[in-house]
């Protein structure tokens, strides 16, 4: 099966597609100090740790891990959201260098193009609204839109399989992403390319070891990727 087959593109957005400069890290602080983490102890810091090695991943299941309740995981999460979205109604975010153009060239190329994200829904509209991003791709996924479960199961890259029916075998996917979940998001749902980029969370050591078949410096490489003959 040829590069040129690949038609379903699944690509995730914080790290990939765009820039948010650690906004999550500081959404975390936020949600943490409403639940009584106060910055500096040794809670804190394990628990920020936490965050960052599973960037990528569903944020209601990290916080589940990380407060040992539902009660307490959704009352996390809620306050996470609330501070993300402040973020970025502050003007904190934007593309990353070239990721719009990419998208526009593999659509006009007759790819579909899929956004995924381990957001809430509200927080990925808020991040599409402000980037006015809300034609760019054929279609945007979160967690709740693929069963509850995020990354690094591959229930999201397969809904967007199943809702687009753009291509007739998961080997004819690529999935793109800045992690080590977006990788084993990828590998588990069969997908035929599963790109690692650069430009977010992860170095290309972890994004090899977790199962990228390449490693591009970003999403603006990916065309040229995929307009390659095998």
């Known amino acids: 099966m040829t590069i040129e087959h690949s038609k379903l593109i699944v690509l995730d957005m914080a790290g990939t597609t765009v820039a948010d400069g650690g906004l999550v890290e500081r959404a975390f602080e936020r949600?943490?100090?409403?639940?009584?983490?106060?910055?500096?102890?040794a809670d804190h810091a394990a628990k920020l740790r936490y965050v960052r090695d599973?960037?990528?991943e569903s944020k209601i299941s990290v916080f589940r891990h990380l407060f040992g309740t539902e009660e307490l995981a959704q009352r996390a999460n809620v306050a996470f959201e609330q501070a993300y979205g402040e973020l970025v109604d502050a003007?904190?975010?934007s593309e990353i260098p070239g990721a719009r153009a990419a998208i526009e060239q593999l659509r006009a190329a007759g790819r579909?193009?899929?956004?995924?994200?381990?957001?809430?829904?509200?927080?990925q509209d808020a991040i599409i609204d402000a980037l006015g991003w809300q034609d760019l791709a054929d279609?945007?996924?979160c967690p709740a839109d693929a069963g509850g479960r995020g990354r690094p199961y591959p229930d999201m890259v397969l809904a967007a399989f199943l809702r687009t029916g753009a291509v007739d075998d998961?080997?004819?996917?690529?999935v793109a992403g800045d992690t080590a979940y977006d990788m084993l998001s990828g590998t588990r749902a069969g997908a035929g390319i599963v790109a690692g980029v650069l430009t977010g969370a992860h170095e290309r050591a972890a994004l090899t070891e977790h199962g990228a078949t390449h490693v591009l410096g970003s999403v603006a490489e990916l065309p040229a990727l995929l307009a390659e003959s095998a």
Do not use: D, Q
């Open 139 to 141: 279609l945007t996924l």
């Open 91 to 93: 003007g904190l975010i």
């Open 170 to 174: 998961v080997r004819r996917i690529v």
């Open 112 to 123: 579909t193009v899929v956004l995924t994200t381990g957001f809430a829904r509200v927080t």
């Open 31 to 41: 949600a943490a100090a409403h639940l009584g983490v106060e910055p500096g102890g």
């Open 54 to 56: 599973t960037m990528g």
